[in-house]
């Protein structure tokens, strides 16, 4: 779910190149945009105009739509693959869904509620260049949601650059730009680009090879538990300043 700068720079095409071959299949919803729902739906009112930045197939965009939340000519999306793009105008053909750069959004300043990148920033060469976009087109008080893959949690870090040194990408589904976070790290780039964290939700707490058996029950427990911070896909939830 990884947004281009210049489409005309052949290592940002290349990525582009990935994305498509990546969305050429259907992909399910991630566990992300599950548990960012409930927290969601509080700061979601049928006037409120949201924009997903890496949207992907549209997955959580289409979810809106489907439980009558949000109209669909309110919700609007940009993403690199044109692939995914097309899948999600397919399924979303009154929204306002397009091949997008993060980096010069084609958005006024100041006229979305709600802000969703999940799983985008890890992929961004420069996230501070981003995030003013994103804190430009924000309304005073918006709210921002974030996932992102937090490598404090175990044992994903030694997996993670285990995939990287011997080659095996598949073994974390390692991008064409993979940045490496922790939960407080991207907190504080977050603050510093004029954001104000407000809560967080985790998901996926087990390791790889118990990934499969991890219950919607047991993610829930550790979270009552406030373990959020050690989840490997946690939601940050922030209010723009």
Known sequence: MALRTDPSDPPRAREADWYNRHYGEIQAMG???RFAIPELV??????????????????????????????????????????????????????????????????????????????????????????????????????????????LSLPWLPVRLLAEKLNHPNWILLQPIDKIYFVPGLIRLLTGAGFEFQSATGSIYGPPLLYRWERDWMTRALNALRLWWLAFHPILVFKKR
């Not at 949201?50 to 197939?57: F, K, R, T, W």
Request: glycine letters at 6%; one cysteine or more.
């Open 31 to 33: 566990p992300w945009y």
């Open 42 to 151: 509080r700061h979601l009112q049928p006037s409120s105009r949201v924009v997903e930045l890496g949207c992907g197939q549209g997955h959580l965009l289409r979810f809106l739509v489907e439980q009558g939340l949000v109209p669909e000519e309110n919700l609007f999306a940009i993403e690199q693959s044109q692939t995914a793009v097309a899948v999600a105008q397919s399924r979303l053909p009154r929204a306002h869904v397009q091949v997008g750069d993060i980096y010069q959004l084609p958005y006024e300043p100041a006229c979305f509620d709600v802000c969703l990148m999940m799983e985008v920033i890890e992929h961004l060469a420069d996230p501070v260049a981003a995030l003013a976009q994103v804190h430009s087109v924000m309304k005073p008080g918006g709210m921002l949601f974030l996932s992102f893959p937090n490598y």
